[in-house]
């Protein structure tokens, strides 16, 4: 068998790869993502982010051939980025009510008149936050299609799943903490796009499961558990590392903690991973049980 190609350190899709489920509020924000993505350094132990200085960035995305205006969208886009991670750890340490305009610009290194400029209010950040990671999560699904091999799809999902939760830790315990709370800042969002993506992806997997190309389990609750699976190690960081005995968890941690979650989802949906014996994506479905009127 073949080993899997590391899920980490590949940044996050990028817009022009969506196919429009998650509607307009999500996709604007998969913009700064991909901008975002120019930013990047290698990651560190647990999955963190190097932040480059606001003039390396804004060097690094506005090259001296770029139009006046295209320069200015990119230094936009490098600036709004760098809140957004900062205000992410804002909101993870102190969570909405405590966090302050000041304490995210003073994370982000630059003056709190500069994150007023972009962001008018902590509202705003704080729900630019949520559409952000929110945008990076759904845009994985993309690999659920009717054609594609179901053991490889969700196999890639999870590695993304993983990745995001390595990548954007802090940006997932906001999140989680928003929803614990009723999720009032989103819950249209969740009750709109992520509904009709998720009914969307579940008539996917729907179908799979009818062409006997997969065993039968319910879509949705699938979906429930491969993020429930995923996003532990980022909500519940710390107890995953008190239980491991390590201070934080490498990438070495995380790759391993990806493949054997990769093992048991593609297990539970009977099928293997392609380079198995039985095929491509070998579909292990348990047998049926015998009835004494077929036996005879």
């Known amino acids: 068998m073949t080993t899997p190609p590391t899920a980490f ?45 606001m003039g390396e960035a804004e060097d690094r995305l ?18 709004e980025a760098r809140i957004l991670r900062a205000a992410e750890a804002v909101f993870a340490r102190a969570g909405y009510a405590a966090a302050t305009m000041a304490a995210i610009a003073q994370e982000a290194g630059c003056p709190k008149a500069n994150v007023h400029y972009y962001f008018r209010t902590k509202q705003d950040v704080y729900r630019a936050v949520l559409d ?12 659920i299609t009717p054609q594609a091999d179901p053991a490889q799809a969700l196999a890639a999902y999870v590695r993304a799943k993983m990745r995001l939760s390595a990548q954007r830790p802090e940006a997932s315990r906001v999140f989680a903490n928003e929803v614990l709370h009723g999720a009032p800042q989103i819950g249209a969002v969740l009750r709109g796009p992520l509904k009709a993506l998720v009914d969307d992806k579940a008539a996917v997997m729907q179908g799979w499961i009818d062409a006997g190309r997969m065993a039968p389990v319910d879509p949705r609750h699938l979906l429930f558990t491969l993020w429930a699976a995923t996003q532990t190690y980022a909500d519940f960081g710390v107890q995953v590392c008190a239980v491991l005995g390590v201070k934080a968890l490498t ?37 049926r049980p015998t009835s004494s009127t077929e036996s005879r």
């Open 9 to 53: 350190g590949r940044p996050p899709r990028g817009p022009h790869q969506r196919t429009g489920e998650a509607g307009s509020a999500v996709r604007a924000w998969e913009m700064a993502a991909s901008d975002e993505r120019a930013l990047k350094h290698d990651g560190v132990a647990c999955g963190g982010l190097v932040r480059p200085d």
């Open 62 to 79: 506005a090259s001296p051939n770029d139009s006046p205006p295209r320069r200015i969208g990119k230094v936009r886009a490098a600036a």
């Open 132 to 143: 952000h990671i929110l945008a990076l999560w759904l845009a994985e699904t993309d690999v």
């Open 251 to 287: 990438r070495a941690h995380l790759e391993q903690a990806s493949e054997e979650l990769v093992r048991f989802v593609l297990a539970g949906c009977g099928l293997v991973p392609a380079g198995s014996p039985g095929g491509p994506a070998a579909l292990h479905l348990p047998s």
